[in-house]
Each structure stands twice: as C-alpha cells, then as structure tokens.
C-alpha cells in the first residue's frame, strides 16, 4: 500500500492500512493515523500528527513552516483529526511558538482544492472549506462553519459555529454563530443560516430564538452594549444565544455590524 517511489523518513510513524501514493515525501516526526490514504506526490513534513481515516489527495503540503516572519525556527506543530478530506493543492502550515506552537484541524471536515490555513488557526468539526478559501494566521472556526469559494478571514478573526461565509466575502471582522455573511466590498451580515441550521436538525423554537437574537443585535438600532443587554435576558431560556453572547464578549476584534 506503499509506492516504492514513496520516500518515507525513519522516524515517521506510519498506522496500519495507510496507503501512501508515488512520490510523496513524508518527513520526520509524521505520525499518520491507521486507515488514512495519501495520494501521489503529498509533501508531509513534521512534527505533524494527522488521524485515522483521512483521505489526502494528490499535491497537497501539510505541516510546512509557518509563513510569517516572527518565526525563528522554534518546534512546532500540525495536528490533523480523524476522517478529513483535503483535496488537491491544499496547504496547511505548522504554528508558531507566540501563536500556542499547534496549528489544529478537527474532525469530519473538507477542505476543497487550493485551500490555504495558516499558522496557528484552530478549526473545530465538520466545516466546509470551498475552493481557494482561505485563513490567515490565528483565525478560529467553530463547528458546522461553511466557507465559500474565494472567500478570506483575517488574522486573529473568529467565525462561530454555524456561521455561513458567502462567495468572495473577505470577513475583516469577527462573525457570531448562525450569521450568513455576504459579500458586498466587505462581508457584512445577512441574517442567519436558517437553512443551515434546518438540516442539522434545529427545530422552530431554536431557529425562532436565534432569529430573535439576530434582530436585537443587528436591526434595532441598539449600540452594541444595549444589544447584550437584551441578549442576556434571552440567553436565560436559549443556550444557543448563550452561545452568540459568550462569543460577543470574547471577541478580540471588532464584531461584524
């Protein structure tokens, strides 16, 4: 299951049933988990960890050096889940030591072809990344995210659980969960992922109360600190807006209006 054009360093650990294609380089300190399949000419290079049952396909660069100037060649590292898809020409960068050292992808997620992540992002599970989509460094993504094609998140951004980012949206600003973002010069919201959220079994009620929640922050006119007022009162009976507000009030950057 191993090419024999394969060049696999020593020191790597390789699971069992691992398929590894013609021409891929794995380097030192790769541990690749049991049941994972690597396509032709993948360049993996360490210290990166990647799960079990991920499927790697040809020309992807996992665990490459960080790409930012403040790194000085410090250990760190790329660290993969269990049952990615990651398509042609992705790259994915280790972190680096002032970043937390980890670049982290989760669980069950697709990263289409030409997809970049850079250092030190955090991207939970279950998120869509679309062709050529991309994050700068130390951007997190919650679970259930869909990124659109050509689409960008700045540095040190966060885009909530369940957030839709559209097609071409460049998001300079942080995204609370259940936001659809559009692309208008800017990314700027445009109601929630409703339907989205239907698919991944939220019923009316939970829907209604995120609606509730979308409004108070973004069509009532409220300055931001009145708008977390009332969305600590609705939180009471929803965790779902728990959750938008939890996020509001650990958003680092400016909050997307």
């Not at 024999?4 to 891929?24: E, F, H, L, R």
């Not at 997809?115 to 869509?128: E, F, K, L, T, Y």
């Not at 369940?162 to 998001?171: D, Q, R, W, Y």
């Not at 600003?173 to 929630?192: K, S």
């Given at each position: ?17 691992v398929?590894?294609g013609?021409y ?16 032709p ?13 991920n ?16 790194w000085a ?16 020409f ?14 982290r ?5 697709w ?7 850079a250092?030190?992002?955090?991207v939970?599970?279950?998120?869509v ?14 679970d ?22 559209g097609m ?14 559009a ?9 929630i ?13 939970r ?5 509730r929640?979308?409004?108070?922050l ?9 708008a ?20 509001i009030?650990r ?7």
């Amino acid at each position: 299951m191993i090419h024999p054009s394969a060049q696999i360093d020593p020191a790597a650990k390789i699971g069992a049933n691992v398929s590894i294609g013609a021409y891929s380089v794995i380097g030192a300190e790769v541990e690749i988990g049991d049941g994972t399949v690597i396509g032709p000419h993948v360049v993996i290079e360490g210290p990166t960890r990647i799960g079990r049952d991920n499927r790697i396909a040809q020309f992807v660069s996992l665990g490459g050096d960080p790409q930012d100037k403040k790194w000085a060649g410090e250990r760190t590292e790329l660290v993969v889940g269990d049952r990615n898809l990651i398509r042609e020409f992705v790259t994915v960068n280790r972190g680096t030591g002032e970043g937390g050292g980890i670049t982290r992808i989760g669980n069950d997620n697709w990263l289409l072809a030409y997809v970049h992540i850079a250092h030190d992002c955090q991207v939970g599970n279950h998120v869509v990344f679309s062709n050529y989509s991309a994050l700068a460094g130390h951007v997190e993504i919650g679970d259930w995210v869909i990124i659109s094609g050509y689409a960008g998140v700045h540095q040190f951004g966060k885009v909530g659980a369940h957030a839709f980012i559209g097609m071409g949206c460049l998001v300079g600003a942080d995204v609370p969960p259940f936001l659809m973002m559009a692309n208008e010069q800017g990314g700027r919201p445009r109601g929630i992922n409703s339907e989205g959220l239907k698919r991944r079994g939220f019923d009316s009620a939970r829907v209604a109360a995120i609606k509730r929640a979308y409004r108070t922050l973004y069509m009532a006119g409220l300055s931001q600190a009145e708008a977390r007022e009332q969305l600590a009162a609705q939180a009471q009976d929803s965790a779902d807006v728990r959750a938008m507000l939890d996020f509001i009030e650990r958003s680092e950057r400016s909050l997307a209006r």
